[in-house]
């Protein structure tokens, strides 16, 4: 398959969706019931994004062995009443219809755990856009100390990805809310374009290398569609080099 449009790979909270609350009151929840401090409202923002087991352990100070309960605790009340406040950013809904009509490749790449993650996307009804769903492991506390992390997410999700577009998937680009978006797309060779409107402190998403920051649904569609002519003119050059190299031999 030859592309001339580039796939995607969305983070899902801060970025496709906002949690609206459904996150941070189940954090304060579970630290409540275990008489654990509840950090501020900025500090409960701020662990928004990365791995839960350790934003728990490193921001929370949850000690190791109370992790399981805190997430065990945490998932009920999440489950039962923090999805259904979550909410679509605006324009989003409509930018992923673009792209299911159009037909470009886009997956989501989350360190939610891969379940919940197909149940938050479905609850909001585009978990048909996507052609692959990318997340964590289940059992996030026996994972809290792996490898894989958000490179490793983003890394599967490439694979998936591959299967479609073969060696172009390596066009793909990345959306992210959060610095370790960022990262992950740079561990698998992929630039990352910010959404200013998830939960990065300020210059965060610039200080970790996004080649772009955009603050609307209609700015990311702009932006990623001014990097298709950009492939189109490599697969131009790729197949000219190829005859000249033909003529040559």
């Known amino acids: 398959m030859t592309l001339t449009t580039v796939p995607v790979i969305f983070d899902l909270d801060g970025t496709l969706v906002d949690p609206a609350g459904g996150i941070t009151e189940g954090i304060a929840a579970a630290l409540t019931e275990l008489g654990l ?25 949850v000690p190791a062995e109370r992790l399981e309960d805190a997430i065990r605790i945490y998932r ?37 755990p891969e379940g919940l993650a197909r149940t938050v996307l479905e609850h909001h009804g585009i ?40 060696p172009d998937a390596r ?29 990065a402190l ?7 290398g996004a080649v772009a920051i955009v603050h609307s649904a209609a700015a990311l569609q702009n932006t990623i569609s001014r990097l298709d002519p950009v492939s189109a003119a490599a697969l131009m050059t790729a197949a000219q080099n190829e ?6 031999v």
């Open 202 to 208: 300020d210059g965060e998403l610039r200080d970790a």
């Open 76 to 112: 009920a009340h999440y489950v039962a009443t923090g999805i259904a406040q979550g909410r679509l950013y605006p324009g989003i809904r409509s930018l992923l219809e673009c792209y299911l009509e159009a037909g470009r490749p886009i997956a989501v790449a989350t360190q939610k």
């Open 127 to 166: 978990d048909g856009c996507f052609s692959f769903i990318r997340g964590s492991a289940a059992d996030e506390a026996a994972a809290a100390s792996g490898p894989a992390g958000k490179a490793g997410i983003v890394a599967a999700a490439l694979a998936d990805l591959s299967t479609l577009a073969g």
């Open 37 to 61: 401090a509840v950090p501020s409202q900025a500090g409960l923002d701020a662990m928004i994004g990365p791995k839960l087991s350790h934003s728990l352990v490193e921001m929370a100070r």
């Open 243 to 248: 005859v000249h190299t033909d003529g040559n």
């Open 171 to 199: 066009r793909a680009v990345m959306v992210g809310d959060r610095a370790q978006d960022v990262a992950g797309a740079a561990a698998n060779g992929l630039d990352c374009i910010g959404v200013g409107w998830g939960f």
